[in-house]
């Protein structure tokens, strides 16, 4: 914990993305009836293959929507929806849905430019933030080639502007983690999941409920301010 305690910062910043797959889901990965009927133990009786093939199926299904799910958290395969930002205590603010992801991230930078006189005297707070927001950011600035993200972001994990909410919960603790409605549940803080969650983000947007996703975001970063303002020293 001493680590936590060296520094302190004047200003804060609170972030978070919400993000989805790229692409389409791999058909490849399915197979047909008589592709898996050829597989099944030739010890099975006729009733048996087909309840083995019926069962192989669902399983090959759940793996190839559970791959392109997980493309959400990797930035060479997701793209990101939207970002929520709040400056010190002042309101959330939304970078807005743009199909053109450099637009966002160029809005981001722009952003975060009329604050960088407080740019390197601000936490940068989220929760799991430097294993997924900040690293998702980071990794898209290098693709569309937006320096002033690099500049002004901590890019480095022993930045002490980096202030993640599990992370500190957690004493620093190696391996332990604690998602953000557990911590709100713990604090007594008004949970952001009230109509979504990060496992809903993805059908959400493929109904084109961009608002409610934006909502959504705008609720988890207050949310991680209040887990802050709990936790700070």
Known sequence: MGDFQQIHFD???????????????????????????????QSYSKVKQEAWAEKKSQELVAAMEKEYRDRSFNPMKGRIVCIGIQ??????????????????LLNLAKRLKEFDRYIYTSYVIGNMIYDFDIRFIIQKAFKFDVKDLII?????????????????????????HTKLVDLC????????????????????????????????????????????KKMQI
Do not use: W
């Open 152 to 176: 002004y972001l901590p890019i480095h994990k022993y930045d002490k502007r980096i202030y993640d909410l599990s992370d500190r919960f957690n004493l620093g603790v190696y391996g332990k």
């Open 185 to 228: 549940d713990f604090f007594g803080i008004k949970t952001p999941k009230d109509d979504l969650d990060g496992s809903m983000v993805c059908d959400a947007f493929a109904r084109g409920e961009i608002d409610r996703i934006e909502k959504y975001c705008a609720k988890d970063v207050n949310s991680s301010y209040l887990c802050y």
């Open 87 to 104: 400056f010190d205590d002042n309101p959330t603010e939304m970078i807005h849905y743009d199909e053109d992801e450099k637009q966002m």
């Open 11 to 41: 200003h804060t910043i609170t972030l978070d993305i919400e993000s989805v797959p790229m692409g389409e889901r791999d058909m490849s990965m399915l197979k047909s009836t008589e592709e898996l009927l050829v597989e099944a133990p």
